[in-house]
């Protein structure tokens, strides 16, 4: 059964006559995506800290926002999670994901840092993975200076967040330095999927296989990158040796299979994966917390599992 409050969310954008977002340019399409937030996101928690770093990495200059749980003195050694927005690798940015992010920095005591990663099509791959693995390495690299334990820092990210998030694990494997922990919340890890989610939750909940394939294409120069595990984390040959993850789906998203069968493939691999399914709930639910209930629930189970693996 579908969640009453997504029901009703969805059937005010049938009314509404909101538009999908392959009907729009990219460009209009981010708009209309930031302007969503004021709608459906709670208010702004209080943060201790809050600013923007301006980062040179990759021949450009990328922002990631620091937060800092309220109630820490400035120079407090804290764990780290460095997070992801979704946005299908198109739309997104730091703002649209600021609640989340503070959501996460209050419940779990961490610092979070939200990555502002190159956009498709103005860029496409792997600009949104390279920026992705360049800003993990830089928050390790400086954590002395952000005042974060180098040896505790998580990755996480929603949709296309969760997708890099879970290629820096596998860049980094091996590397000086590595994520704790990665939390993915209903993550894309499979371009262009033919599984049963995907044909059973292809219309009608919001994001569709038809918007879902604007955004590969967008991204993907070329269909055949789609073997690439850096644009296909689950096609990686080896999923061993990867820090312990949350994986985190919805029952009504066309993402839901491809997320439980990453899960799979982390603990097939030997290593440690949970998994929970939100099984009333759509994509996206996890950012509508002024709207759905349940959404306040899913922080909660992300911020403790964070707890738990960065204590």
Not at 113 to 129: G, K, T
Not at 142 to 150: E, G, I, P, T
Not at 214 to 227: E, G, Q, V
Request: aromatic share 10%.
């Amino acid at each position: 059964m579908l969640d009453p409050q997504a029901r009703t969310l969805l059937q005010l954008m049938v009314e509404r006559g909101v538009p999908a977002f392959n009907a729009q340019t990219p460009v209009e399409a981010r708009q209309a995506y930031l302007m969503r937030k004021g709608f459906t996101q709670p208010d702004l928690p209080e943060m201790s800290l809050y600013r923007d770093h301006q980062v040179a990495m990759n021949g450009t200059s990328v922002t990631i926002r620091e937060f800092r749980p309220p109630g820490v003195a400035a120079s407090a050694v804290l764990p780290a999670l460095v997070y992801y927005h979704g946005g299908g690798w198109v739309i997104g940015d730091v703002d649209t994901h600021d609640v989340l992010c503070r959501q996460l920095c209050q419940a779990s005591g961490c610092a979070v840092f939200s990555v502002d990663y190159r956009l498709a099509p103005e860029h496409v791959f792997p600009a949104a993975y390279d920026d992705a693995q360049a800003a993990f390495q830089w928050v390790a690299a400086n954590a002395l200076s952000l005042h974060v334990d180098a040896k505790r820092i998580a990755v996480g990210g929603d949709s296309a967040g969760g997708n890099l998030a879970a290629t820096v694990c596998l860049g980094a494997r091996g590397g000086t330095h590595q994520p704790a922990f990665q939390l993915l919340i209903y993550p894309a890890t499979l371009m262009y999927p033919d599984t049963q989610s995907y044909r059973d939750n292809g219309e009608g909940y919001a994001l569709t296989a038809e918007v879902m394939d604007w955004f590969m294409d967008h991204y993907l120069p070329s269909r055949d990158l789609a073997h690439d595990w850096r644009a296909s984390p689950l096609k990686a040959g080896s999923h061993a040796g990867l820090p312990p993850a949350l994986v985190l789906t919805a029952g009504f998203d066309p993402l839901r299979d491809e997320g439980r069968l990453y899960a799979d493939a982390l603990s097939a691999a030997g290593g440690s994966a949970e998994y929970i399914c939100f099984e009333r709930q759509i994509h996206g639910f996890i950012t509508m917390g002024r709207v759905m209930r349940e959404a306040h629930t899913g922080v909660a189970v992300c911020a403790g599992a964070l707890k738990r693996y960065l204590s």
